[in-house]
């Protein structure tokens, strides 16, 4: 069932530190609840089409910037490290009224699994894994790097920001307005526009990143929640040999590739996204909160 579409209101949430995370909400009555965890480098605005649609259906949608990133705090001294961004996702789940549907892309998604499967019980009604596994393609991940950081100065203007994004993002067919990217940059005092994260991020959190991949593999092992992992079939982070790997690893989690999307899959294919969100939400046993678990449980028994 489809009803009209719910407004979004954005709030600040305090993380341990103090650091306060931007937190938008739709249809605050609803159920059940999604959590939408964005990409290194990206805003909950990623999340827009998808999170409207959800909340059209009756979902209560919640997204958010993670530190460092859009409209929430940055860290003094910029000193980041990936435990800080597993406790704030840990504390806007048990801030939810009932443990969420996690929604996680790329980074997103690592944080969920990491979290899923160390922490009991889990926070998490089910996972949502968008285009990223506990092992990931190296070269995907240097080319989204290596545009991050390939504009240090900014950009002079809207335009030049538009032209950017089109060459690194060829398979978009239009362009990014000035009023969609407005949410993705600062102007700086030099009257420059630059990206909305902190540059620091791009120190310790990418530093940190392959040696937690052992730790992310174990993790995912562990983790006893219905999962779903969507992946684009022209993706260069997630390759079949990384989406076998998790499978094996995680034998209950069901696996959907989304033809003609990259590794930004929302952005690329939102209707199919969405549509298979919802499937996944609706096959979801309200009656069973946690049935990978209880199978398991009754297995050991």
Known sequence: MVIAEAP??????????????????????????????????????????????????????????????????????????????????????????????????????????????????????????????????????ERILAFMQAHPDGFSDYAEAAERIAAYLPQRRERKSEEQLRPLLRQGEDGRLRWHWDPALLGGVVRESERYQPRLLAAAARVDVPVLLLSGARSDVVSRATVEEFLALVPHARHVEVADATHMLAGDANDAFTREIARFVESLDPAQPNPAGAARGAGAA
């Open 8 to 141: 979004a209101s954005r709030t600040f949430f305090p993380a341990a530190d103090g650091v306060r995370l931007a937190v938008e909400t739709r249809r605050p009555g609803g159920a059940p609840t999604l959590l939408f965890a964005h990409g290194f480098g990206q805003t909950r605005g990623a999340w827009n089409g998808a999170a409207a649609a959800m909340a059209a259906r009756g979902c209560r949608c919640v997204s958010f910037d993670s530190r460092g990133h859009g409209e929430s705090g940055r860290v003094p001294g910029g000193d980041y490290h990936i435990e800080q961004f597993a406790d704030d996702l840990l504390r806007l789940a048990g801030a939810q009224p009932e443990p969420p549907v996690l929604v996680g892309a790329s980074m997103g998604g690592l944080l969920g699994l990491v979290v899923a499967g160390e922490v009991r019980p889990a926070p998490f009604r089910a996972l949502v894994l968008v285009d990223i596994t506990p092992r990931w393609e190296s070269a995907g991940v």
